[in-house]
C-alpha cells in the first residue's frame, strides 16, 4: 500500500510540483492545503503517513503548523520545505522535530529521497 502524504504550501504551483514529483515516485496524495492551519486541520482529518510543510505560509507559518501537529500526534513525520537561505528557520524546524527537508528549486530524485529516508519507504 503507498504511503499517503499531506501537502502543505500556499503556492498551488510548489503542491502541483510536489504532487507530480510523490504521485510519480508510488506515494498516494490525500490533501492539499494553502496553510498552516489548514494544515493542521487536515492532518487532523486525514491522518496521512507523512506531511510535508512549507516554512513561510499565511495565517499560520509551517514551524507553527509542525509543533501543532507534533502536539497532536508526537509520531507524525513531517518534512519541511524552504528556499535556499532559511537556515536558521530550518534548525528551528529540525530541533522542534521535522524529520527532513525539502530545499526549493524542487530536484524530484532529491525529493522522493529525503522522503524514504524519513518515512522508511
Known sequence: MAKRVLLVDDAAFMRMM????FTQGGYEVVGEAGDG?????AFRALRPDFVTLDIVMPN???????????????TATAIMVSAMGQDALMQE?????????IVKPFH???VLETVQAAVGV
Open 60 to 74: 499560520m507559518d509551517g514551524l507553527q503548523a509542525l509543533k501543532a501537529i507534533l502536539q497532536e500526534d508526537p
Open 18 to 21: 510536489l504532487k507530480d514529483i
Open 93 to 101: 524546524a529540525s530541533d522542534a522535530g521535522a524529520k527532513g527537508f
Open 37 to 41: 492551519q489548514e494544515g493542521v486541520d
Open 108 to 110: 524530484p530524485q532529491a
